[in-house]
């Protein structure tokens, strides 16, 4: 099964946002990953790949990047925002482009309106059918969470009100029926914004909401099959971390405290049943890979260099997973072919100054990725889309 990240926090204006570095996924063997260059500067890591292929993108897309990208068999789903001047504060205009040919040729689609992305929110659990979340009305006094899905890859979308929840960091499709969404509350509940977990069990069309006060927040959740999952969040009582584990489809969720040492996760992905890897930050500022194979009650970390940035992962093979982010201001890629093993990281520096802010691989092996490219600064780029 593929076992796509997601955690990235998205948070409205007054909420801190999490620091993400790089997330890497070990797939159960109990083999602590070696990160090669991990630590190392960004003229030590190998340039280049011809693996990847550049696509065009559709017309009239000058300053737009793109962050979310699902895939599902020959088709993806890829969403993200036009940003005047390279700058995408708060409320901005959204966007959606999807391809049928595995990443070759892109299109333009409709975004659904009124609505802001949250960026790690898109799910496609089949060729048409896709799902994303985030805010209806995002600039109103009183948003509301919302999910909205699309049978036709873009084309045409309906809105589904996710009551009771306040807003969406992220949102997954473990099966056509079986969906979640994680966000928190809107204040006023004690003045707190609690974290929520939110479940359907009809495809994203009715949702129920969990609150989980003892956490202050839940940050993002991975689901290994679509009744067993593993959110991450905040503890509202000295800010450490925590995991929740349900294995009846989010109907009931067990806690679990990280050790101290751990620090605060920022990414999660659970490719097994009690194996996941998390990237954190200690005390101290310094950013970690931590790794756990008996669900978190163990883990063991290790320091990452401060240079190289990686955003997203998915996993395409039981042996295979790839990672993309940032080298200073070049594309980066870490792949595993030997489970876990070893990631050596490379600069597609080919491509020209840029980010790559996701990656899905859906058929075998073969991946896409998108981001964002530039010449002088973010603002005189464009959409970057990589195909394999």
């Known amino acids: 099964m593929r076992s796509t990240a997601h955690g990235r926090r998205r948070r409205p204006a007054g909420r801190a946002a999490g620091v993400v570095a790089v997330a890497v996924v070990l797939l159960g063997t109990g083999v602590a990953p070696a990160i090669a260059g991990g630590a190392a500067a960004v003229a030590h890591l190998a340039p280049g790949?011809?693996?990847?292929?550049?696509?065009?993108?559709?017309?009239?897309?000058?300053?737009?990047?793109?962050?979310?990208?699902?895939?599902?068999?020959?088709?993806?789903?890829?969403?993200?925002?036009?940003?005047?001047?390279?700058?995408?504060?708060?409320?901005?205009?959204?966007?959606?482009?999807?391809?049928?040919?595995?990443?070759?040729?892109?299109?333009?689609?409709?975004?659904?309106?009124?609505?802001?992305?949250?960026?790690?929110?898109?799910?496609?659990?089949?060729?048409?059918?896709?799902?994303?979340?985030?805010?209806?009305?995002?600039?109103?006094?009183?948003?509301?969470?919302?999910?909205?899905?699309?049978?036709?890859?873009?084309?045409?979308?309906s809105t589904s009100l996710i009551t009771g929840l306040g807003t969406v960091i992220t949102a997954t499709c473990a099966s056509v029926a079986v969906c979640y969404a994680v966000g928190y509350s809107n204040p006023p509940v004690s003045q707190v914004a609690y974290g929520q977990i939110a479940t359907s069990r009809n495809g994203g069309a009715t949702w129920t909401v969990r609150t989980f006060p003892a956490t202050g927040d839940v940050d993002g959740l991975s689901c290994?099959?679509?009744?067993?999952?593993?959110?991450?969040?905040?503890?509202?009582?000295?800010?450490?971390?925590?995991?929740?584990?349900?294995?009846?489809?989010?109907?009931?969720?067990?806690?679990?405290?990280?050790?101290?040492?751990?620090?605060?996760?920022?990414?999660?992905?659970?490719?097994?049943?009690?194996?996941?890897?998390?990237?954190?930050?200690?005390?101290?500022?310094?950013n970690w890979i931590d790794t756990t194979h008996n669900g978190g009650a163990t883990w063991a970390g290790r320091p990452i260099g401060t240079t190289n940035v990686l955003y997203a992962a998915s996993c395409a093979s039981a042996a295979t997973c790839e990672f993309v982010g940032q080298g200073v201001a070049d594309p980066l890629t870490a792949t595993t072919v030997d489970r876990g093993a070893t990631w050596p990281l490379r600069l597609l520096n080919s491509f020209g100054h840029g980010r790559l802010w996701s990656i899905s691989c859906a058929a075998g092996s073969h991946c896409v990725a998108v981001g964002q490219t530039w010449t002088h600064a973010p603002a005189d780029g464009g959409p970057l889309l990589l195909t394999d």
């Open 49 to 157: 790949s011809t693996r990847w292929v550049r696509a065009t993108p559709p017309s009239g897309l000058r300053g737009v990047l793109l962050r979310g990208l699902s895939c599902a068999a020959a088709s993806c789903l890829a969403i993200g925002e036009r940003c005047a001047g390279g700058s995408c504060n708060g409320a901005t205009p959204q966007l959606a482009v999807a391809t049928t040919t595995r990443g070759r040729t892109w299109a333009r689609v409709t975004a659904p309106p009124s609505f802001e992305f949250a960026y790690q929110a898109v799910s496609c659990v089949s060729a048409r059918r896709c799902l994303v979340g985030g805010t209806l009305d995002p600039t109103s006094k009183h948003p509301t969470a919302a999910v909205a899905i699309s049978a036709t890859l873009g084309r045409s979308w």
């Open 224 to 286: 290994t099959t679509p009744s067993t999952c593993t959110a991450f969040g905040t503890s509202l009582a000295g800010g450490s971390s925590i995991l929740l584990h349900s294995t009846n489809a989010g109907a009931t969720w067990a806690l679990r405290a990280v050790p101290a040492t751990v620090g605060l996760l920022r990414w999660l992905s659970c490719p097994a049943a009690t194996s996941c890897v998390a990237t954190s930050t200690r005390a101290s500022g310094s």
